[in-house]
């Protein structure tokens, strides 16, 4: 016989799980959720969302570190496209929008496990992740296929960051223990769990092991620390007036800077000016003056034409580092009056301000009146200025034995033998083609190092320790404020903190198995309807739904039929009373 008897079930509000069962799944209501085991498929989801996190996190870390060369990417883009414009501020937009939403998702989904609910991520949010992870990958793709020297940064980032994140790497696998811990004591010894299990412990055990592969110039004794580098303003200080100008220059010398570097063109009349492009638009008014003209190369005018342009209005107008707004009225008036600065300039402030000067010619097309007398042009406008030859340091390979007396250096690496063998006697070489052992090697064999472009704290701080004598940057206002290295380690310091570090790791997660095995057994010694009953006892004192339902007893002798939604009260239903 089958008997209908009324149920009296009390739930409480969990608005904490409806949250995040909500906003990672819609699954708002209480009967929409489970804690069964998630299906293939959604198990397949979440290694997408964490693969789509981890090259989120990979991406958005290169871009932090890439900050030191954004100034070139933008010239890049630049020579690409005609048109100058800082192409790093959508980049930098999407990847925090993207970045931030697919951990939020990560933090839902870790919430899940953690609380033992099953995952089932809502389709808008599926969309979303393949968007995101597809963007990035183009991200990737793009990037290689413009700027693919510069992945070189990661690796020469890590000695500055690799103590650091190797510990907060080590802090977040601990915490992930309990999650781990927790899945899988409940699950039992199951041959998923126990790979999850595994994996795990190698992770940490690579973790433990890191330090044996992370090197850095920065973990070496204090009084091994070489002088401060001598900073050259490469441009002048482009960051706070146009570059190569008279003001930038003399923004430069205000940083307090050793020497000045320019780039060096001659014009159609033979008279040697400083510009860095190949033709007059980005940072002179030649649309407006020449507008037939402002494609051609810029030595192929006359130095009456080039005078004529006005240098400065282009930086108040695209505030390529965005430091306009911090310009007084002033600087701001000269600035719209600037014109194109001749060499012979340029030396006269250097020889006045006692400093030295580097030049980095630009050779003119071979229809130029002057192709084979640019050298001489040159060497004619620094004696003019009256600076002495010993404060010229000079680069181009071509013709070193007319310009003797000049210092020499070399833009290419080459052995220290074919350096000696060319009467060079220092080397000027981008940042990711110095490492610490090159570096000692030429410093060892007397020859000067100067690296470029450096404009970072942490980039400048990992040179001081390699012991770079000096290094050129368009930024000496921000390495002005660098007074000592960011950080500085000795040997023993560091191994201290690698072995603490990982014994403080091994005791919280031994902690954390342990715990959640008595946590588990706890719970499972736990008689079903004693929890239910010593529930009914304490709800009337809490603020409680009251439902009321019949269920159909097909077996009166077995009482209640066993589901999970009417026997366990972490899914809300509480059994009051059943006859």
């Known amino acids: 016989m089958v008997k209908h008897q009324p149920l009296q079930q009390v739930y409480e509000k969990q608005l904490c799980l409806s949250f995040l069962t909500g906003i990672y799944g819609c699954r708002w209501k209480r009967y929409q959720r489970s804690h069964d085991n998630s299906s293939k498929w959604e198990c397949a989801w979440f290694i997408i969302l964490c693969s789509t996190f981890s090259l989120l996190l990979f991406w958005a870390y290169f871009w932090l570190e890439a900050h030191n060369d954004y100034n070139q990417f933008n010239w890049l883009l630049y020579n690409r496209s005609g048109e100058w414009k800082d192409g790093t501020v959508p980049i930098l937009a999407t990847t925090a929008v993207g970045f931030s939403y697919i951990t939020f998702l990560m933090i839902l989904a870790l919430c899940h496990i953690s609380l033992g609910q099953q995952l089932n991520l809502y389709w808008i949010h599926k969309i979303g992740v393949l968007a995101a992870l597809i963007t990035t990958v183009s991200g990737v793709v793009s990037i290689s296929d413009v700027w693919g020297d510069e992945w070189d940064i990661i690796l020469i980032s890590l000695q500055s960051t690799g103590p650091f994140l190797h510990i907060g790497a080590l802090a977040a696998v601990t915490a992930l223990g309990w999650l781990v811990a927790g899945h899988v004591i409940r699950a039992g010894r199951t ?39 001598d900073v050259i303003g490469r441009r002048g200080a482009p960051m706070l007036a146009p570059e190569n100008t008279l003001m930038s220059f003399n923004k430069a010398l205000q940083q307090g800077v050793s020497s000045l570097e320019a780039d060096v063109s001659v014009s159609l009349d033979g008279v040697p000016f400083l510009m860095r492009d190949r033709t007059l638009r980005r940072t002179t008014n030649i649309a407006k003056v020449f507008p037939d003209k402002q494609h051609e190369d810029a030595s192929l005018f006359n130095w009456t034409e080039i005078r004529s342009l006005n240098a400065g209005q282009w930086f108040l107008e695209s505030d390529p580092y965005w430091t306009v707004g911090s310009l007084t009225g002033r600087d701001r008036n000269r600035m719209g009056n600037l014109t194109v600065c001749s060499l012979v300039e340029m030396l006269r402030l250097t020889a006045r301000a006692n400093r030295s000067a580097l030049l980095n010619l630009h050779r003119p097309p071979p229809e130029h009146p002057h192709y084979k007398t640019w050298i001489m042009d040159t060497l004619w406008a620094v004696q003019r200025s009256g600076i002495s030859q010993k404060r010229v340091t000079w680069t181009p390979d071509t013709d070193r034995g007319r310009v003797r007396g000049l210092q020499q250096t070399s833009l290419e690496k080459l052995s220290v033998e074919e350096l000696r063998h060319r009467g060079i006697s220092s080397l000027t070489l981008r940042y990711s083609q110095a490492s610490n052992k090159d570096i000692q090697d030429f410093l060892v064999n007397n020859m000067s190092v100067m690296v470029y472009p450096v404009n970072e704290p942490w980039l400048y701080s990992v040179l001081w320790c390699s012991g770079v004598p000096s290094v050129s940057s368009d930024a000496p206002q921000v390495l002005r404020k660098v007074p000592y290295p960011i950080w500085l380690m000795s040997p023993y310091e560091y191994c201290l903190v690698w072995i603490t570090s990982d014994l403080v790791s091994i005791a919280i997660v031994t902690g954390i198995f342990i715990f959640q095995k008595w946590r588990m057994s706890g719970m499972q010694n736990y008689n079903p309807e004693q929890i239910m009953l010593s529930a009914v006892t304490r709800r009337p004192s809490r603020d409680v739904n009251i439902m009321k339902e019949k269920l159909i007893f097909s077996e009166v002798s077995n009482g209640v039929t066993n589901t999970d939604e009417h026997l366990y009260p972490e899914n809300g239903y509480d059994i009051g009373q059943y006859k």
Do not use: E, F, G, W
């Open 191 to 229: 041959k998923i769990h126990m790979i999850v299990l595994l994996v795990y412990l190698s992770v940490l055990l690579v973790l433990y092991m890191a330090p044996l592969a992370i090197t850095s110039p920065c973990i070496m004794d204090r009084n091994s620390l070489k002088p401060r580098p």
